[in-house]
Each structure stands twice: as C-alpha cells, then as structure tokens.
C-alpha cells in the first residue's frame, strides 16, 4: 500500500529519490480517490523495485498542495530524480499510468 508521507518528509522522500515516484495528492472523502488505490496499489506490485508511489492527503498538507498547485483530488504527480515530469487529474487507467512509467523508469 502507498506511503503516505507529509510535508516534513516529502524532500527525503521524494525530491531525494533516485528514480521514479508518483504522488497520489488525495482526499478521504473523494470517491474518485478512492477508485484510484487498487491502481495504484496493482502498480506497486508490479514495479516494486522501480517506482516508488506516495500520497498525501490535501486536507492536511497545505504546504504541498499550494507549492505544486493542487486544484482537485485525485492529482497526481510524477516525479524523476527530483523533477516533475507528469502530472494528471482524475481518474486513469492502469495502462495509461504503465505508459507514464515506462517512459519515464
């Protein structure tokens, strides 16, 4: 299951990390959000060595949310060696996400 992680720990977490991480910015009362896990959750188990996924809940981290400019829950953010390469809102499939991956792994 994704970490969730907060603002103090997104720099060691994230902007430190020497691959690549998707952040899942969510809400626990977002049906859509909801949707989204098992994805995330299948992703995980498939590239357990190669891409690290993340959430943060945009009720309680402000400080993510204004820095990256969250406009909506799910957004997600993909992160390579510190760097945005791709972000997206809403609900995806899980082959869109693999695209995103394997172009950017």
């Known amino acids: 299951m994704a970490e969730r992680i907060t603002y103090r720990e997104?720099?060691?977490?994230?902007?430190a990390y020497s691959g690549l991480a998707i952040v899942d910015f969510y809400s626990d009362t977002c049906v859509p959000c909801k949707r989204m896990s098992p994805v995330l959750a299948a992703l995980e188990k498939q590239y357990p060595d190669e891409v690290y996924i993340a959430k943060v809940n945009v009720a309680y981290e402000g400080e993510l949310v204004e820095k990256y400019?969250?406009?909506?829950?799910?957004?997600?953010?993909f992160f390579k060696n510190g760097e945005v390469v791709e972000r997206f809102s809403?609900?995806?499939?899980?082959?869109?996400?693999?695209?995103?991956?394997?172009?950017?792994?």
């Open 69 to 77: 400019q969250i406009r909506s829950a799910p957004t997600f953010l």
């Open 90 to 105: 809403g609900v995806r499939k899980k082959e869109e996400l693999e695209q995103i991956i394997e172009a950017n792994k």
């Open 10 to 15: 997104f720099d060691e977490k994230i902007i």
